[in-house]
């Protein structure tokens, strides 16, 4: 089963301390053999899991895997790497983008490995305005189905409560105050996830875990998307 050696937490660590081109340059095949390869050999695993549980989502290696090169453009911290290795999995409808670039994109899932921070999760983060507004309107007409998700026991056990970091401090406009659903309203990200540890993710059995908790995930994942016009699917 795909999963990462220890080489790849260890060559993660020492890129923290060596955030600079001329090193990563001369380390870049201790990246490509312990870190990019079993990224992309673990997508492949994942995708073909994702044909069973959730169809309509799919991952691929070029697409799902994220660029190592931080977006410094607006940054003070200059560092040119992330210390970390991630991807994401897509509705075939959308967009392989995540966050506000992703333009008619939906909800999807989510791994990271980070020495001492990976992490699985799902859901939409920080979605464009139009999307946002989407979803408001389908909490608006019935927030029920939602809140069943999102609260159900074993979703809060291995979960936790929905990411509230960017959540308004007001309901948004048009809405009042004491509105039944305005915990939900002033959300801007919609994900769950938790913390995977070191162990978790150098274990052959990384693959059973993720698919363990992408199938956890899947209701809010195509909750969202329905509420965006991007069905579940039964086959692909």
Not at 4 to 25: G, I, M, V
Not at 65 to 70: A, K
Not at 101 to 119: K, T
Not at 122 to 150: H, N, Q, S, T, Y
């Amino acid at each position: 089963m795909p999963h990462f050696r220890r080489e790849a937490l260890e060559f993660l660590k020492a890129l923290r301390r060596n955030n600079r081109r001329p090193w990563f340059e001369s380390h870049r095949d201790t990246y490509e053999q312990h870190v990019l390869l079993p990224m992309r050999e673990l997508v492949l695993a994942l995708d073909a899991r994702l044909e069973r549980i959730a169809p309509e989502l799919t991952g691929d290696p070029r697409r799902s895997v994220f660029r190592i090169h931080r977006d410094i453009r607006f940054s003070s911290d200059k560092s040119p790497y992330k210390t970390n290795a991630a991807c994401w999995f897509f509705h075939s409808g959308g967009s392989s983008k995540v966050g506000r670039e992703a333009h008619g994109g939906g909800a999807g899932l989510y791994f990271q490995i980070e020495p001492g921070g990976s992490m699985v999760g799902g859901g939409l983060w920080m979605p464009p305005r139009a999307a946002l507004k989407r979803i408001r309107a389908r909490l608006l007409d019935d927030a029920a189905p939602f809140e069943r998700i999102v609260l159900a026991p074993g979703i809060a056990r291995r979960f936790g409560a929905l990411d509230t970091e960017s959540a308004l401090k007001r309901a948004p406009r048009g809405v009042p105050e004491d509105h039944e659903a305005v915990h939900w309203l002033r959300l801007q990200s919609y994900t769950l996830g938790r913390r995977l540890t070191d162990a978790q993710v150098t274990s052959p059995r990384l693959l059973a875990t993720l698919v363990d908790d992408f199938e956890a995930l899947r209701p809010l994942v195509r909750w969202i998307n329905e509420a965006l016009g991007l069905p579940a699917r039964r086959s692909r």
